[in-house]
């Protein structure tokens, strides 16, 4: 009996054994983007078939998809066209958080190193493979972070861009946004100046035209 392949991210979480971290996380990018080709008419937001074929593997995936689709939901963010990028994120924690847990399980004493005794060789410590899948982790899962705005700095700039966004969508009658209250683009002040002339700088710097004999 041949033996059975490993789950990609269990691969990963163990410092891509056997130097397969190309094809490891080629095989991981390749599962989140068979979860964006998936038609969900049902449910667009429905937990990811790779999910659901390894629900036990995949549970904590599984938390983190369904809270973080609601928090997408609450905040007005959710698109069926991000399913790859949320897929890939819910898998990249999971590999963080057992690197975490592996590096714990290994060394209860705390640090970073532990005993290790290659077959026919002789003991030494050395740093755990864990730090290694954290380290490749973090750049991955800030940068994700960002494109959602799963960190309060990311949600804050969000935010600030989405507001921006709605002040710049104008009516058909030529308001700007913020509803049907509010004041024309060129509306004049109290002073009867428009406020926003766009000639008004031009016009300011403009110099008398040269007189001609």
């Known amino acids: 009996m041949g033996r059975r392949k490993e789950d990609p991210a269990l691969q990963a979480a163990k410092g891509y054994p056997g130097r397969r ?3 490891t996380n080629k095989a991981i990018e390749e599962a989140a983007a068979s979860a964006e080709r998936e038609t969900q008419s049902d449910d667009p937001f429905a937990v990811p078939t790779i999910f659901r074929r390894s629900p036990a593997y995949y549970r904590r995936a599984t938390e983190l998809w369904v809270s973080l689709a609601d928090t997408l939901r ?3 963010r959710r698109r069926p066209g991000y399913r790859a990028a949320l897929t890939r994120y819910c898998i990249w924690v999971q590999m963080h ?3 975490v847990e592996s ?3 290994d060394c209860p004493k705390g640090g970073t190193t532990y005993e290790f005794t290659p077959v026919g060789g002789t003991s030494r410590i050395v740093q755990h493979p ?5 380290k490749d982790a973090e750049p991955i899962l800030r940068q994700i972070e960002d494109d959602f705005g799963f960190s309060p700095r990311a949600d804050s700039a969000l935010v600030r861009v989405e507001s921006f966004n709605r002040t710049q969508q104008g009516d058909l009658f030529g308001r700007t ?3 049907a209250g509010a004041p024309r683009a ?3 002040d109290e002073a009867g100046v428009p406020e926003h ?3 008004d700088l031009m016009t300011s710097t403009d110099s008398t035209p040269p007189t001609l004999n």
């Open 130 to 134: 864990s730090l290694k899948t954290m």
């Open 186 to 188: 060129d509306a004049p």
């Open 177 to 179: 946004g913020g509803g």
């Open 97 to 99: 958080e057992d690197a």
């Open 74 to 76: 609450a905040s007005g």
């Open 197 to 199: 002339d766009p000639l």
């Open 103 to 105: 590096l714990r399980r």
């Open 21 to 23: 971290k190309p094809k």
